[in-house]
């Protein structure tokens, strides 16, 4: 069964830090491009970050360059997120994703989602 | 930016009912849309990619068009099981969101 499984959301305070973890089963996890998505509370889906295949490109959103750090383990079929300096609008459900193959930059397999949220 | 605008943003309707989303975007991006349908406390699913095609076990029901920067999500026949919060997603945009309400 094609499954991802996020972990490692929590409570953090204003410029905490905080590591998420995404494992991958039942799929070929070298070969899919992944991305975090994250929602904040009753609003809609923000895309944060994108890593190829190999590991060698990434990208991020405007609202987390330079602070978030996407990285992956093709050997352990995980995916991370390291978030420095964190903020109080980066609380939200944040989401791993799979770049359906073939599919057109759509994705096709979603984690159930990890909350994170940053408070005092 | 390049910005996807989804109306309605809220659609009330009866089983049976033929509805349709539509998704605009501010510039042409990329030759595919996706859809994605989301449910209270639960991940978004993909429903449609590459503007037509339907992702598997998705029912026939659903169905995408468009082209350019008008696209749309049509659902032939209401079910009651097609509540829930739709969004459209181009690169690495979304859509604000159509929320689905059964009457």
């Known amino acids: 069964q094609v499954q991802v499984l996020e972990s490692g959301g929590g409570l953090v305070k204003p410029g905490g830090s905080l590591r998420l973890s995404c494992a991958a089963s039942g799929f070929s996890f070298s070969d899919h491009q992944m991305s975090w998505i994250r929602q904040a509370p009753g609003k809609g889906l923000e895309w944060i970050s994108y890593?190829?295949?190999?590991?060698?490109?990434?990208y991020y959103a405007k609202s987390v360059e330079g602070r978030f750090t996407i990285s992956r383990d093709n050997a352990k079929k995980s995916l991370y997120l390291q978030m420095n300096s964190l903020r109080g609008d980066d609380t939200a459900v944040y989401y791993c994703a799979t770049l359906r193959g073939g599919g057109g930059g759509s994705y096709g397999q979603w984690g159930q989602g990890t909350l994170v949220t940053v408070s005092s | 930016d390049i910005q996807l605008t989804q109306s309605p943003s809220t659609l009330s309707a009866s089983v049976g009912d033929r509805v349709t989303i539509t998704c605009r975007a501010s510039?042409?991006?990329?030759?595919?849309l996706a859809w994605y349908q989301q449910k209270p406390g639960k991940a978004p699913k993909l429903l449609i990619y590459k503007t037509s095609s339907l992702e598997s076990g998705v029912p026939s029901r659903f169905s995408g068009s468009g082209s350019g920067t008008e696209f749309t999500l049509t659902i032939s026949s209401l079910q009651p099981d097609d509540f829930g919060t739709y969004y459209c997603?181009?690169?690495?945009?979304f859509g604000q969101g159509t929320r689905l309400e059964i009457e």
């Open positions: 997603q181009q690169n690495y945009i």
């Open positions: 510039q042409s991006v990329s030759r595919w």
């Open positions: 890593i190829s295949d190999g590991g060698s490109t990434t």
